[in-house]
């Protein structure tokens, strides 16, 4: 079983960037599709952005599409999500999550086979 750490977060001004990091251990982490998601306080989960096995395709919520950017080193084990001219309504707990089924059940959500700890953004205005 896949295990997933996120590191990365912290506090940053309006307009900032940050880069997370989610680095898996255990079975082979390039037959896992993988995506990032998000949870402010008193709101729902919400999906962020998805990457195939290969890398080759992704998906992106509208809220963030041209601002971040989801990426995979294979080769390291670890997915990544570089958050640019982030804004305060970015602020939140940032999960990453991944399923050997595919990107497409990645980015529903739900029930995935597995989920980080999750790692705080919080975005000053």
């Known amino acids: 079983q896949v295990q997933l750490v996120e590191s990365g977060g912290g506090l940053v001004q309006a307009g900032g960037s940050l880069r997370l990091s989610c680095a898996a251990s255990?079975?082979?982490?390039?037959?896992?599709?993988a995506g990032w998601f998000r949870q402010a306080p008193g709101k729902e989960r919400q999906f962020v952005a998805a990457?195939?096995?290969?890398?080759?395709?992704?998906s992106y919520a509208d809220s963030v599409k041209g601002r971040f950017t989801i990426s995979r080193d294979n080769a390291e084990n670890t997915v990544y999500l570089q958050m640019n001219s982030l804004k305060p309504e970015d602020t939140a707990v940032y999960y990453c999550?991944?399923?050997?089924?595919?990107?497409?059940?990645?980015?529903?959500?739900?029930?995935?086979?597995?989920w980080g700890q999750g790692t705080l953004v919080t975005v000053s205005s």
């Open positions: 999550a991944a399923d050997s089924r595919s990107i497409s059940i990645v980015a529903a959500g739900g029930n995935l086979a597995v």
């Open positions: 255990g079975r082979t982490f390039r037959s896992y599709a």
């Open positions: 990457i195939s096995m290969s890398g080759v395709f992704i």
